[in-house]
């Protein structure tokens, strides 16, 4: 048997690599736009971008960190892509960030290590804010990147959001991008410069001569009482992750306004903690409907805690729409109540989280007219009159 040639090796390698990222790539791809009008069209891009989505959540199965900085952006990039895809965008921008998003995804999947750092300009986007895209040169050279690197990451990649929303409908349209950008930005030099990292050995400093230091005798020290650590505080456990809302309303009523409170509360207790609001909605009416219904929902909550004395850079919001409803086995109208929620997810310490159902809101069934005679019958002991 013939020694095995580690050039062929290494071309089949590749090979298969490139076969399969073709593959992933094609169960990715969008119909043409002009064909973006029947409901099997649109079902068919909604499997793709779930297809993309499921390799992301692969990939941290696998073990990689979900605030690695390439996950992160290629999450980054997909929410991009899905967000223009329910406003209609008519522009390459869907397939563009879409493409960014799945190349990210097959670098990881195939392990390539040294991964550019680099954040494209798409061409439907333009650079705007040279001072945000210094500090984020800046953080990326800094030592305390890797505790940096999550917000980073969606920073950049807002940044191209925002240019894009800039040349296609103008600052007002681009203005919420660029101030998640700001907050994002805030929140990566936070992290960046509270990082623990090992301390530097002393430098001796030039020209000045060391001086001869005498030893003194050892002193023995009387030993002190070991001191007992605090207990542990007690949020850390039983923290609510969600609140419910009305069909078709987006206000925070009496009982999502105490849980609201003990989510400021614990935030004011753990300065490192950081939240990201996903907004929800259940499965009736259109999805740019409930795309806008979503945002509205989630940015009562973000405005709600920011009133309550959360800084606004500890927030990072998100809209999906009808993604994903719940369904618990009980009747449909419990699981539409289920699914009009904000989500909460906590971030920089572990914590003991549960969905509450305290404020709950479910709609009362429409009682149908046949109905409504039976019960009349039954009120007053006579048979409703037939009409002709």
């Not at 409901?39 to 990939?59: E, S, T």
């Not at 997909?78 to 967000?83: G, K």
Request: proline share 6%; glycine share 4%.
């Amino acid at each position: 048997m013939s020694a095995r040639n580690p050039r062929r090796l290494a071309t089949l390698s590749l090979c298969s690599a490139l076969w399969l990222a073709a593959g992933a790539h094609a169960a990715e791809a969008l119909n043409p736009q002009e064909q973006r009008i029947t409901d099997q069209a649109v079902q068919a891009d909604l499997k793709g971008l779930q297809a993309l989505q499921d390799r992301i959540a692969r990939v941290n199965a696998g073990g990689m960190a979900a605030d690695n900085y390439y996950l992160v952006k290629a999450q980054a990039w997909l929410d991009f892509a899905t967000h223009e895809y329910h406003e209609n965008d008519r522009s390459q921008v869907i397939e563009q960030a879409l493409e960014q998003s799945s190349w990210l995804v097959g670098q990881l999947e195939g392990g390539i290590s040294g991964i550019t750092l680099d954040t494209p300009v798409i061409p439907e986007s333009q650079r705007l804010r040279e001072d945000l895209w210094k500090i984020a040169a800046e953080l990326k050279q800094h030592q305390g990147f890797s505790c940096a690197a999550a917000p980073l990451a969606e920073m950049e990649v807002r940044l191209v959001w925002a240019g894009h929303e800039n040349k296609e409908l103008g600052w007002r349209h681009a203005r919420e991008h660029f101030a998640a950008a700001e907050r994002l930005a805030k929140r990566a030099q936070k992290l960046a410069d509270n990082c623990i990292c090992p301390p530097e050995a002393p430098k001796p400093c030039a020209n000045i001569e060391t001086p001869v230091v005498v030893t003194p005798p050892p002193v023995v020290p009387a030993v002190p009482e070991p001191v007992k650590p605090p207990p542990a505080p007690s949020l850390l456990a039983n923290v609510p992750r969600n609140i419910h809302f009305g069909l078709d309303k987006s206000d925070i009523n009496a009982m999502s306004a105490k849980v609201l409170e003990r989510v400021a509360k614990i935030l004011k207790t753990y300065p490192a903690m950081n939240i990201t609001l996903e907004g929800h909605t259940d499965a009736r009416a259109s999805q740019a409907y409930n795309l806008k219904l979503s945002k509205r929902r989630v940015d009562a909550v973000s405005a709600y805690l920011i009133k309550l004395g959360v800084a606004p850079e500890r927030i990072s919001t998100y809209a999906r729409g009808m993604e994903n409803t719940l369904n618990d086995g009980q009747d449909a109208l419990v699981n539409h109540a289920l699914s009009r929620r904000v989500e909460i997810h906590y971030q920089g310490v572990e914590i003991e989280s549960y969905a509450q159902r305290d404020d709950l809101q479910v709609e009362t069934a429409k009682v149908k007219p046949a109905a409504k005679a039976r019960k009349a019958k039954a009120k007053s002991g006579k048979s409703p009159r037939k009409t002709r």
